[in-house]
C-alpha cells in the first residue's frame, strides 16, 4: 500500500473526521534521460557543493536554513515545521463549502485522497455522501509538507479528494492576456453557430480516461529505435527537410471547414481517422483493442 503523506483529520464545525492524505499522482511517462557532455557523450552529474570551500556535501549533512539576515541562517527541521502551527500541520480546515461547478478548471492544482482514518469511517462516509448529494466542494486550508494551501475537498465515487486551489493573485485572467480585446469584431454569424453546434453535439461522448494514453512516449521510443538503428547514436539531430510544417492556424473558410467536418461524421469521422493513424504509427494497440473488441 502506498504511504500517507500524513495522519490527521478533516475539521468542519465541531466535527473531526480522522483523515491519512496520500497523493493521487502517479509518476509521468517520461523517458528517463541522461545528461551528457556532448563532446565526449560522458554523463553530466549533479553535485552538492559547499559554497565556502568548495566541497561535496553528503546528504546526511544537508539542513535546511532560512536567511534572516546576510548570510546569517536559522535551522529548520521537520519538528520545526509542525510545530509553528501544530494544528494546522495536520488539519484540512474547512471554512465554507460552494458549489463544485463554482470553481473554475484553472484553479485546480495537485490532486491528493483522503483516506479514513481508525474509527472515522462513519463520519468520513456521512460528510462524502452529503457533499455528494449537495453538489457542493468543502474550501479547505492545510498544510502540505512545508507549504499552506488553499484546497477544494470534493466526493468522488466512494472517496473523498483534496485538490489543492491556485490562489487568486497565482492565476491570470484574460484581461492579462488582452484576450476580450482580440476578439472585437470576430462575432460568428447564426449560419456558422448552428454548424458549430452540429459539430459538437455529433462529436458528443461521455468521458472515459481510459480511452486515452501517451501515444507521444511511444512515438519518442520508436525514434529512439530509429537513431540506435541507424547507428546515429550520438549524432545531435538538426532540422531539415524530413520536418512536417506546422498545422497553418489561418482559417481562410471557416463554413466550409465546418461542413465538412460535419459530413465527414463529427465524432465519427474523426474516431475513424484517428484509428487509421493509430494503426500506421501503433499497429500493436489496434490489435490489441480489436481483440477485447471480440471479447
Request: aromatic fraction near 6%; glycine fraction near 6%.
Amino acid at each position: 500500500m502506498a504511504r500517507g503523506l500524513w495522519k490527521g483529520a478533516i475539521s468542519f464545525g465541531l466535527v473531526n473526521v480522522p483523515v491519512e492524505l496520500y497523493s493521487a499522482q502517479k509518476r509521468s511517462a517520461e523517458l528517463d534521460l541522461t545528461m551528457l557532455d556532448k563532446r565526449d557523450m560522458a554523463p553530466v552529474g549533479y553535485k552538492r557543493v559547499n559554497k565556502s570551500n568548495g566541497k561535496e556535501v553528503p546528504w546526511e549533512d544537508v539542513v535546511k536554513g532560512y536567511e534572516y539576515e546576510d548570510d546569517k541562517y536559522v535551522v529548520l527541521s521537520e519538528e520545526d515545521f509542525r510545530r509553528a502551527n501544530p494544528e494546522a500541520s495536520k488539519t484540512v480546515d474547512i471554512h465554507a463549502f460552494v458549489d463544485v461547478e463554482d470553481i473554475a478548471p484553472l484553479f485546480f492544482d495537485t490532486p491528493y485522497y483522503l483516506s479514513p482514518g481508525k474509527r472515522g469511517e462513519k463520519a468520513y462516509a456521512l460528510l462524502r455522501d452529503a457533499m455528494a448529494k449537495a453538489g457542493k466542494a468543502g474550501i479547505a486550508t492545510v498544510v502540505i509538507r512545508t507549504k499552506a494551501y488553499l484546497a477544494a475537498v470534493v466526493a468522488l465515487d466512494e472517496a473523498l479528494v483534496l485538490n489543492t486551489l491556485r490562489y487568486r493573485n497565482e492565476v491570470k485572467t484574460a484581461e492579462d492576456l488582452e484576450i476580450p480585446e482580440k476578439l472585437k469584431g470576430h462575432k460568428p454569424s447564426a449560419k456558422e453557430l448552428e454548424m458549430a453546434l452540429r459539430l459538437v453535439d455529433d462529436m458528443a461522448d461521455e468521458w472515459k480516461p481510459e480511452n486515452y494514453h501517451d501515444t507521444y512516449h511511444e512515438d519518442l521510443l520508436k525514434r529512439v529505435e530509429e537513431k540506435v538503428k541507424a547507428g546515429e547514436t550520438e549524432e545531435i539531430t538538426q532540422p531539415g527537410s524530413e520536418e512536417k510544417p506546422a498545422k497553418s492556424a489561418e482559417v481562410v473558410d471557416l463554413m466550409s471547414l465546418l461542413k465538412k467536418s460535419v459530413e465527414a461524421g463529427g465524432r465519427k469521422g474523426a474516431a475513424k481517422e484517428k484509428a487509421a493513424n493509430d494503426e500506421e504509427k501503433h499497429p500493436r494497440h489496434r490489435r490489441t483493442a480489436r481483440k477485447r473488441s471480440a471479447a
